[in-house]
């Protein structure tokens, strides 16, 4: 894994932060990873501010999750006072999944009017996949190089930067991640028909091409706007639908829309969506065209006992509340904007490209190696990020959208100094 | 679905419920489905009543995930402070992971020394079937006949109570349920190893039998304690590791022991939990042997961005806390004692089977047209309960724990009722 501590490595830790890791490895299982060659402990979060034991200030410049910044006081007041006053499931009749969802259809093109909620950006990958062989009559699924979707079975193994260890479905095809050069969305989808040309060759009928629509694992691509069409138009004239992951780009983070299919002029088939949905809370969800999610539903109930559940959908709701109120796709808009000038700014030689929209920003340098440097340099900074990409050196700089211009400042000011000790 | 209201059928709703009714439709996706023919519709929750927008209190002999009771005070406050004070991942160290993971491991026996957290049952039970498939490098799995283990693609493939519109996969063998005469464990284990002997004659390497241990959707057989061990060797002989399904019978509901397993004297291999675990938070976990996980931590990292964070857990430990501090599990074991008792007592005919443990109740009846007259006209009386079993014959009776005698005698007064209105 890309920025892991490595267990037995000791440096910098405290005798109390030794003593923590080893009782986690007793007792959790050896899948766990800590990020960091020094890992960081924390016990507080207000904003864009995580805080460790002894009160030490971390600039969050990494977690999408807490989109509407740690611990933001409307959120948790909306989770507290739902759970202080019912959390049932959704056989029984409740207006707050009802006024949610539809809250939820209000962000999305107007053929997409239908919502399935689940926990995870996992289970609402498995959940688009099932419905998309339902309807498809296929089983082909076709992904990038370098994609992440989840970690369920069926969802891991369409998942190829989980590594060797995790091999791919016989079902499953990639298609290379865009190239930030040339004709991008040619290129692109060249790839998604070689892939289409091998499942016609192989017998594999297709059901779905499905893409992070910030291609984040793959080293962040989102220029130019529009590129992913062909490629689209090419799946369905397959006979395969299009799958718009948005567990990372959705939520306003690209700056410019609430999802990253918009910045592409798509209308989806399905949508998935997650992290950010319930700022922390599990909530994820997918939102479909009826006819698309016609066929799985008359074959198969769906029930996902804390999918949708009250304390869920309050949570959803609040943090639709707060990117609203504080406008924090604007926000994300501006202060990327600015924070991707000044980073080309800074001249360095290790630079190599400086991609993304909005809060999602991938630095492109030399190697991994200097990637790992300036993501563990800067970890001692106490500003947080990490790196990405099939080789490694792309930084991933991903803040909760409350970050402002000040807080670009600190980062900024990081960046050099490391770079700068390359 | 057993117990499902007909989309159409008006019976009994208010125009606003039937406006409600109307909305869900649009928005949500056609596989959702509402219990009863008359649907309740909850605003409040509180112990062992729900409540309806008027006011109208139902008495929840129903949801096992309130393990609590609804709203528990405990479980509120742990989940709003946390909530407000930190909600990360897994990647960063923090104590209260460890901690709750030391909590549970304490419950379990001494062989089973690790946890991996995840969000729902369905997730940990697709965990579970990848470390199998990893530990043995088998992919059989042996289910019971009307299964259900979850809903991610390649637990529904195993989950035989979805139904036909739900093909199993074509490595599943299925056992037939245990039966509740003769030489219950021996007769389970002839179907075991009926579906071993056909594995091998297709050449399908076994990987794991998967059974929830009080056979829920099968009917509920609990009786008697150890029938489980021999299918259980018979497995083991033949190269499969042992997954005990703990998300409905763990958590002490069958009133001797912290999980289902320990009734039958057995250690599991993995052990799957979920409902109840965060009492409606979304909360699951897989618990192993770490010569059983470590293969698959070898090859496979695995991260599930809100399983097990800081939130998660301290709902954990606040769910354990009231268990214990309020000796739920003796609750358990003395009130579903008295239950079954009382229900045998009143000697209807309709009634052929009384069955369970603690207080997972099933109530045989001659057929599913009674289950379906019961069910329903309790719930005209206020007194939630549903069906199950291959025949949909068998009342499913699965209250809060917190669940007392008092409530117990308003449940038999309205089981008594209605058994004399068949």
Redesign the interface.
Known sequence: ?IN?YAPGDDGGLSEQ?RA??A??A??????????YEH???????EGVW?YGPGGEAYLDVY?N??VTG??H?H??AA??GQ?????????????I??NF??RL?AKLPDEI????F??????AN??A??VARAHTGGTGVIVTETAYHG????I?ELSPS??A??PLGAHVRTAPAPRAVGDVGRGFADGVRSALADMQRTGVKPAALLVDTVFSSDGVFAEPKGFLAEAVAAARAAGAIFIADEVQAGYGRLGEAFFGFQRHGLVPDLVTM??PMG????LAA?A?R?EV??K????????????G?P??CAAGMAVLDVIEAENLIGNALRVGQSMRAAIAALGSAAIVDVRGAGLFIGVELTDADAAARVVNGMRERRVLISATGPRANVLKVRPPLVFGMEHAEIFIDALSAELAHL
Do not use: W
Request: proline share 5%.
């Open positions: 894994m892991a932060e923590l890791i009782r986690r007793r007792v959790l299982g050896p899948s766990y990873r800590l990020f890992p960081v402990h924390v016990v507080r979060g995580l977690n999750v807490a740690h611990c006081p959120v948790v989770i507290a759970a202080a006053l019912l959390n049932t499931h959704t056989r029984y009749l409740n207006e999944i009802v969802a539809e259809v009017s239908q919502v399935m689940a926990c995870t950006g996992s289970e498995d959940l996949l099932r970690v369920t079975q069926a891991a989980l590594g260890g995790v997650g992290k700022a922390g809370h599990p997918v479909g009826p999610l016609e799985f539903g008359r074959a198969s109930r769906y029930f996902n006992t804390f999918g559940n304390v869920s």
